[in-house]
Every structure is written in structure tokens, then in C-alpha cells.
């Protein structure tokens, strides 16, 4: 999976992390969250990388912090702009990546009624 986040504020980037979880459980039944350190490429997109091999399900957050200590993150939408440092504060919401399922209802078996696509 790879990650490349376009930036910009105008006090500058100090980071912009990926903290993320690929859903799996110890034999205590704990999961745990990860941080991913995305690096600039020069152009102020920050990028990063990783290998799920045996994941099937990855959980993540986008999170930036510019130089003065605003926070802001990256909500799973289809947005040209990204919002600028000094938004009100809240609650990031986590995009879920499923691997290697195309289609997760009835159409192998041709019910129609609930067509529904995931694609990865």
C-alpha cells in the first residue's frame, strides 16, 4: 500500500504520519495501532509505504501537523482541497482497505437485490 499526501500551510509541515492497524489480535485478543513517519518528496507531497502480505483488512488514519502544532487529518473523501491548519477540533475518521474481496454479497450467486462493490 502506498500513501502520498499533498500538504501545504503556510507556517510549514513539521509531519505527516499514517497510523494504522491491519486488524489482527495477540492471544489476548488485543490489536494494535501503528505509526507510519510519511516523508517529503521535495514537492510537498509526503509519502510512505508498507507491505500487508497477510492482511485482508487495514485500517488507517492521515494525520498532519504544520510547525505551529495544528492538527488536521484526512477523512476518506474526494476532495481537491485539503482543509487548512486552525480547523475546529475533532475525532478523525479511519478508512478500512479490504484486500482481495471484489465483490461481498450475492452476485456469484446472481441475487441482484444488494450489489455491492470493494475494491481495494
Do not use: C, H
Amino acid at each position: 500500500m502506498e500513501w502520498a499526501v499533498p500538504v501545504s500551510d503556510e507556517a510549514g509541515i513539521w509531519r505527516v504520519v499514517v497510523v494504522y492497524t491491519d486488524n489482527s489480535v495477540d492471544s489476548l485478543g488485543r490489536g494494535a495501532w501503528v505509526p507510519l513517519e510519511l516523508a517529503d518528496d521535495g514537492s510537498g507531497t509526503w509519502r510512505g509505504s508498507l507491505a500487508f502480505t497477510d492482511a485482508s483488512l487495514v485500517t488507517y488514519v492521515v494525520q498532519a501537523v504544520d510547525n505551529r502544532g495544528n492538527v488536521s487529518w484526512l477523512e476518506y473523501e474526494s476532495t481537491k482541497a485539503l482543509p487548512a491548519s486552525g480547523i475546529p477540533l475533532g475525532i478523525a475518521l479511519p478508512v478500512d482497505v479490504v484486500f482481495g474481496v471484489l465483490f461481498a454479497d450475492d452476485f456469484e450467486t446472481g441475487d441482484t437485490s444488494r450489489w455491492s462493490a470493494t475494491v481495494p
